[in-house]
């Protein structure tokens, strides 16, 4: 069994940190409070909610729900995703508690059926049987509102409403969200900068509603010592440079480290001392893996595109990317065309950006693709 889970739910035991954030969450959601919880793309935000939803203070003294609106375009979509994290949440706790969501969610009662036979229920609702979503929402904020038990509902990539075309979402969820009781709110994402937008901004609803979370890298201490504790545990030895070397090779970027280290484990013989070289061995193994993805992604660029891809994969972080002086260095055809090709790339996600002030910092939101690049160019 790999002690380094790439996917599902974590474990506990093999759960990396993340103590302070916990008790933060643990502290800020039991007075009270609603959370807006961001950081940059996998970092563990995700694993962190349920992480927290485990704690003993949580488990089974709330209904905790998770959902990702990362797929959403429309609240239509976003009232469909509420309602079926409800109803899934609720399935295992029985025929009341079930019928309790039920007969609140009146807009939608046709698409709740119990097998006649099996007394198995079923939630087939579809897209177009939400015809008013407003009230089918305000109905879901009802149940939460009188749920036996207190709720915390979790909004995964929370910034996508801000692409709905409907334009009053914010202000209609902002008007629920305040004058709840029951159900505590954790707002997630990484698009920081639209989600402070959100947040933070006097003239947005949701100005001023939450205490704020940004997670960042788990310190390099710790997660050395974890990452060769789990080789310990299972009768195994990494020395502390080599997981080190992991950490470092990725900046302590959660979800890389993870990757890199999962694959560490499974592929070095088990009575081998894991050392520098094999840590770095596996990692050419895994760039090579993935050459053929990477390349079929850069092969959908245009010249443009690659060349401006390319020079930010070479600066890893890039700042002033208009500049004259980064023009220059990079051999680039003009400012307007990096700044075209720039936000092609945001677009289709190849690239991402931090912003302080009026400066941005561009990277490559994938660091084995960043890494590839800079081998292979
Ligand atoms: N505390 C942790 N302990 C162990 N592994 C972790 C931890 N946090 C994150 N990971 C690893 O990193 C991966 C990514 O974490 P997660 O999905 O929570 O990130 P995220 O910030 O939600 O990402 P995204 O921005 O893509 O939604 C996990 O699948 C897991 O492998
Ligand atoms: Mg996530």
Redesign the pocket.
């Known amino acids: 069994m790999n002690p380094?889970?790439?996917?599902g739910i974590?474990p506990p035991a093999?759960?990396?940190?993340?103590k302070t954030e916990t008790d933060w969450l643990v502290r800020t959601i039991t007075n009270q409070a609603n959370v807006l919880l961001t950081?940059?793309?996998?970092?563990?935000?995700?694993?962190?909610i349920?992480?927290f939803y485990e704690r003993p203070e949580i488990k089974g003294h709330y209904h905790t729900f998770y959902v990702?609106i990362?797929p959403t375009t429309s609240l239509h979509e976003f009232v469909l995703f509420l309602s079926k994290e409800i109803y899934s949440v609720l399935v295992p706790k029985g025929k009341a508690v079930l019928d309790g969501f039920l007969s609140v969610l009146r807009s939608l009662t046709g698409s709740f059926t119990y097998d006649p036979v099996s007394g198995v229920p079923s939630f087939d609702v579809k897209l177009g049987d939400i015809q008013a979503p407003e009230l089918t929402l305000g109905e879901i904020f009802d149940y939460l509102e009188k749920a036996d038990l207190p709720c915390i509902f979790a909004i995964?990539?929370f910034q996508q409403i801000d692409r709905y075309p409907e334009k009053n979402v914010e202000a209609i969820l902002r008007s629920h969200v305040q004058t709840m009781n029951n159900c505590r709110f954790i707002f997630?994402g990484?698009n920081r900068h639209i989600l402070e937008n959100m947040f933070h901004s006097a003239a947005k609803p949701f100005y001023n509603s939450t205490e704020q979370l940004y997670?960042d890298r788990?310190a390099r201490e710790k997660y050395v010592a974890?990452i060769c504790a789990k080789f310990r545990e299972a009768g195994r030895e990494i020395l502390s440079g080599a997981a080190q070397l992991a950490y470092d090779l990725f900046d302590g970027h959660?979800?890389y480290v993870?990757?890199l280290l999962?694959h560490v484990f499974a592929t070095v013989a088990p009575e081998k001392k894991v050392d520098e070289n094999d840590v770095l061995f596996v990692l050419e193994a895994l760039l090579e893996e993935k050459s053929h993805a990477f390349a079929g992604q850069l092969s959908q660029l245009n010249y443009g595109q690659k060349e401006t891809l390319v020079a930010i994969a070479k600066a890893g972080k890039a700042t002033g990317v208009t500049s004259v002086a980064f023009i220059k260095k990079n051999a680039l055809k003009s400012p307007s065309s990096v700044q075209y090709a720039i936000s092609t790339l945001l677009d289709s996600k190849i690239l991402t950006y931090e912003q302080e002030g009026r400066a941005k910092t561009y990277s490559l939101e994938d660091r084995f693709l960043e890494m590839w690049v800079r081998r292979v160019y």
Request: proline letters at 3%; one cysteine or more; glycine letters at 2%.
């Open positions: 380094f889970y790439i996917t974590i093999y759960f990396c940190d993340r950081s940059p793309r996998r970092m563990g935000k995700t694993q962190l349920r992480h990702d990362y995964d990539e997630a990484s997670l788990i974890f959660t979800y993870h990757n999962h």
